[in-house]
């Protein structure tokens, strides 16, 4: 198997400061505020961000356990195979999330709707284009009767080292 190293292009900076209690989803983090800290080689890549006013931003779950194939995902009770939940044990521990922007500052983006641990490795950035991005008439599997428990989950610390 080929090995893939990722160099982090930043932090995002949240008021979580671990994973246990920390929202599940951007939905359930409305108007939490946080900071994306680009580090300074990549500042220029942030030109023209300012337009949108959501991203995308994929990080890495550096504090999740080691991953299991089957786990019992935040809102069910039944075990489920890994690649059909958002667990953050996986085998590529990468997550990612929708924010909305709310300004730039230098190489601070500050974002509204965090839901990640403060200090949390960013790999990427990608503007959200609802045209690209949404797809609302989609079969979402399991999560079908589960979706309304969103707003009130949070981390209980089941998928931390």
Known sequence: MTQIILQPIGLIHS?????????????????????????????PGLRDLEGFSRLILIYHFHLAKAFTLQVKPFLDKEDRGVFATRAPARPCPIGLSVVRLDKIEGNRLL???????NNTPLLDIKPYVPQFDSFPEEKIGWMTDKIGKLPDA????????
């Open 154 to 161: 949070k981390d209980d610390g089941r998928f931390v080292k």
């Open 15 to 43: 008021p979580f400061q671990e994973p246990q209690g920390t929202p599940i989803q951007p939905l359930a983090a409305r108007d939490v505020a946080g900071v994306v800290e680009i580090f300074p080689e990549f500042v």
């Open 111 to 117: 974002v509204l709707d965090v839901d990640v641990v």
